[in-house]
């Protein structure tokens, strides 16, 4: 069954760091990996999605990397603002593209 | 842009009360999901459907049914609320195996029940 763990769980750094954020997942059979955006008492808005046959995608200041055969994933996030501070969550989908198995998620604080 | 949306930001019920969440995408989707996320818990898949009228169990469905009749409509139902299902429920759609099947969420309704 698949497992992802997320680390760490909670991070806080003052404005303008370059920071981290780690997923693991147990299986490497997968279709894709998502990263997530939540802010406290909302849904979740999608930040990047990997296909299982890429190593790597950007948007802006963030950039996603994959490692399929070691099982992990890493979302850079380049000066960060207080605006970024939220929780990150990563998931990925089985090889039928059906069911996403989530991380706990890294709980983010960008201290001004 | 995708959008999915949710009938209900915050829903208060009573124990035994029978609850229908509804959930619509509008993006012709195949598969939509329905979650529910609780403090240390993180997300857990109550159920999905990846067609019309199609649907399976996920991690908890005990207590949940579920109802897909038309493909941008996913309805959870609550047979007969308990307190332990106070929870925020959170909708989403991907598009399916073969068009990146990125996974969209709705806004999520906070249900509680008293």
């Known amino acids: 069954k698949q497992e992802v763990t997320q680390i760490p769980a909670a991070l806080s750094v003052p404005e303008g760091e370059n920071l981290v954020l780690n997923c693991s997942f147990t299986?490497?059979?997968?279709?894709?990996l998502q990263w997530f955006r939540q802010d406290p008492g909302k849904g979740l808005t999608s930040l990047l999605l990997?296909?299982?046959?890429?190593r790597e995608q950007t948007s802006g200041r963030l950039n996603a990397s994959l490692d399929k055969s070691s099982g992990r994933s890493t979302l850079y996030i380049a000066a960060s603002q207080p605006g970024d501070s939220a929780t990150y969550l990563c998931?990925?989908?089985?090889?039928?593209?059906?069911?996403?198995?989530f991380g706990p998620g890294t709980r983010l604080s960008v201290l001004p | 842009d995708v959008k999915v949306t949710q009938s209900s930001r915050y829903l208060v019920k009573r124990t035994g009360e029978k609850v229908f969440l509804e959930c619509v995408q509008d993006?012709?989707?195949?598969?939509m999901f329905w979650y529910r996320q609780d403090p240390g818990l993180g997300l857990r898949l109550i159920y999905f459907?990846?067609?019309?009228?199609?649907?399976e169990k996920g991690d908890i469905p005990e207590g949940y049914s579920v109802s897909r009749e038309k493909k941008e409509r996913f309805s959870l139902i609550l047979e007969s609320a308990s307190t332990n299902q106070t929870s925020m429920y959170l909708c989403?759609?991907?598009?399916?195996?073969?068009?990146?099947?990125?996974?969209?969420f709705g806004p999520g309704t906070r249900l509680t029940v008293l």
């Open positions: 998931a990925v989908s089985g090889n039928y593209g059906q069911n996403f198995v």
């Open positions: 459907s990846y067609d019309v009228k199609m649907k």
């Open positions: 299986d490497s059979a997968i279709y894709n």
């Open positions: 989403a759609s991907s598009s399916g195996q073969g068009h990146y099947n990125e996974q969209f």
């Open positions: 990997i296909q299982s046959s890429q």
């Open positions: 993006m012709d989707h195949e598969n």
